[in-house]
Antibody
């Protein structure tokens, strides 16, 4: 069955770089798109960006200058790197698979990232 | 960016009641809209896509409707397991954007 799971450090210092991994199973990264969505505590959802089956990427313009998404298809993993973290980047970070018509049909459980010194 | 405005922000309803949540887009999104349910401490789960198509495994008491800039999610015969937050999302244009959410509680 389709599964996604995020992993990464729970705590990042301000101005540092966040690195997260999404490990997927039950589908192929070469024929599916995986995206990242984040949610500050108690707040709404923000689409960050994603990687398509052909390896191309799309980013939210609000984050594009700080964000990079890549993948390793042999390991069924998608990576997020975001630099210059600030306290308002504190959030739960989800990876999610894109369905046939660009909605998110399966989600990982999320990983909490706190930006603090 | 397309702004998605959800209402109400919170809602209290009784078991068995019918509940409607609204989502208004700042421009026409041509039915490129999904609804998600998020229970506390969990990830969002897809309920409805393309404004009115029920995702696999979602109970038929959930339905979506609307067009243009106005969309709604209806829950018939509210059950205790429906207590959650609900979010709409447009995927018509980049950046894909979400509504602020509606928190549904039992009265």
């Amino acid at each position: 069955q389709v599964q996604l799971k995020e992993s990464g450090p729970g705590l990042v210092q301000p101005s540092q770089t966040l690195s997260l991994t999404c490990t997927v199973s039950g589908f192929s990264l070469t024929s599916n798109s995986v995206h990242w969505v984040r949610q500050p505590p108690g707040k709404g959802l923000e689409w960050m960006g994603g990687i398509w089956g052909d390896g191309s990427t799309d980013y939210n313009s609000a984050l594009k200058s700080r964000l990079s998404i890549s993948r390793d298809t042999s390991k069924s993993q998608v990576f997020l790197k975001m630099n210059s973290l600030q306290t308002d980047d504190t959030a739960i970070y989800f990876c999610t698979r894109l369905g046939p018509d660009w909605y998110f049909d399966f989600w990982g459980p999320g990983t909490m990232v706190t930006v603090s010194s | 960016d397309i702004q998605m405005t959800q209402s109400p922000a919170s809602l209290s309803a009784s078991l068995g009641e019918t509940v409607t949540i609204e989502c208004r887009a700042s421009e026409d999104i041509y039915n490129g809209l999904a609804w998600y349910q998020q229970k506390p401490g969990k990830s969002p789960q897809l309920l409805i896509y393309n404004a009115n198509s029920l995702h696999t495994g979602v109970p038929s008491r959930f339905s979506g409707s609307g067009s243009g800039t106005q969309y709604s999610l209806k829950i018939n015969s509210l059950q205790s397991e429906d207590v959650a937050s609900y979010f709409c999302q447009q995927y018509y244009d980049y950046p894909w954007t979400f509504g602020g959410g509606t928190k549904l509680e039992l009265k």
